[in-house]
């Protein structure tokens, strides 16, 4: 292969042709990235929770929180590519994640395990709350294939949060 060759392909585009507009492309890969960040960051708050849980209801919260921290983990995969597939690019990095992230990260040395679970209500319930305005930037830009996806997620998100809620119960 000689230079020229070498230089036309990296300056080639990687954007599969979706069908979408650049502004449409540029808006639903953006919020798309800003989700899966969103979603790594809930994770491993999640986990950080599931670590470092105790008290008496140890096993069944920390059981919890292991189920929620796969699922989560389990779609971050799917958003990063679909956001790719439109004709995106996606995250990069974990400072990318950190610079996108909205979810707030936890970093205190103890959290009791009640308010771990609020927290993390919450932050499932802001998830669910993006992913709505996502599927409405899907709808408004005749992205069906997204927005399905991302009712699947939704629906997930709120599952979560009732969990997340009937635990947190004071008795």
């Known amino acids: 292969m000689n230079k020229e060759d ?5 300056a080639a585009s990687i954007n599969p042709p979706s069908g979408f507009s650049a502004n449409t492309v540029q808006d639903i890969a953006g919020a798309l990235t800003t989700l899966v960040a969103d979603v ?11 670590w470092h849980m105790s008290g008496p209801h140890f096993r ?10 796969e699922q989560l983990f389990a779609i971050t995969d799917d958003i990063a590519e679909r956001a790719r597939k439109v004709g995106g690019p996606t995250l990069r990095s ?6 996108l992230q909205r979810i707030k990260d936890n970093d205190a040395q103890y959290v009791t395990p009640q308010d771990m679970l609020a ?15 996502t599927h409405a930037l899907c709808d408004d830009q005749g992205d069906v294939a997204t927005a399905s996806m991302l009712e699947n997620w939704i629906d997930e998100a709120e599952r979560r949060v009732w969990f997340l809620f009937e ?3 004071r008795e």
């Open 60 to 69: 069944d919260y920390h059981l919890l929180l292991d189920e929620q921290g």
């Open 94 to 99: 974990v400072g990318h994640i950190g610079r």
């Open 40 to 50: 790594f960051a809930l994770y491993i708050k999640t986990k950080n929770f599931h």
């Open 167 to 169: 635990a947190g119960r």
């Open 6 to 10: 070498a230089a036309s392909r990296r």
């Open 119 to 133: 927290e993390l209500r919450d932050d499932n319930s802001q998830l669910a709350t993006s992913m709505r305005e």
